[in-house]
């Protein structure tokens, strides 16, 4: 599949900044199953970029803006070309060992609730796999629609005892659940494209399957994450898989608004 992404995030300061500093991980990386075909980066005003790799393996772009600085505007805009894996990570760069990510966040954390599901859930047996797929068919049945939203912060915990979770709190919870079940298990950022519906970063699972490595699983929409998906960035928790994060020198509110197009192009090739 071809899949064109044009992400708009706007930032606007009720008094002007001194300066900003933001990390930005809004570049998606080539593997076996995802080459990026075109892909940009453009900013409204003069500022400093500095492509990097951070320590996760993912591709960030440091921005650097001096002041006086009273809006922002971070335009991505690419395409990329997908093929159907049944949700296996094939040819990432994956510098850390699968082991860390059983550590613990404090978005991640569990409670006796979440886990006895958890258990409840995958029940026993050997193969892995189909524990994992149990899992993330059972949280899409016990929370159905959960909607793309902005972060409110919650812990995995939190978010299974809420009656509306959004998909990125899905995600911690499958995240937590794993690991608690001693599951390395981790949080994805990127975008997904269907029809019929507004589109919103989203955000996904993966865990670790011994000889097959990392397998994604989506719990809001109850699947492995198919040629419609695609992966920017990873991390122990969303926070740390973030599209945009970082800091400001000023004084004064900050307001942001997003805007995503997530088309299916008509060639595939």
Known sequence: ??????????????????RLVQMLRLTPSDTIDQTVLSWRIDIDCDVRLRDTVDGFGNKVTMLYAEGPIADIAIVVAGQVLTTESNGVVRGSHEPLPEGLFLRETPRTASDEALTAFARDTFGSGRDTLDRLHRWNAALAARFPGAPDLPDAGLSAAQAFAAPTPSSRDLAH????????LA???????GYRQHNGGESAPHGWAEAWVDRLGWVGFDPSAGISPDESYVRVAIGLDAPGAASIAGSRLGQGREEMAVDLHVDRLGGDA
């Not at 919870?173 to 608690?180: D, E, L, N, V």
């Open 173 to 180: 919870i499958y995240i937590a659940g794993a690991r608690a």
């Open 1 to 18: 599949m071809r899949i064109a992404v044009e992400h708009l995030t706007q930032y606007r300061f009720s008094e002007p900044q001194s």
């Open 183 to 189: 599951l390395p298990a981790r949080y994805v950022s």
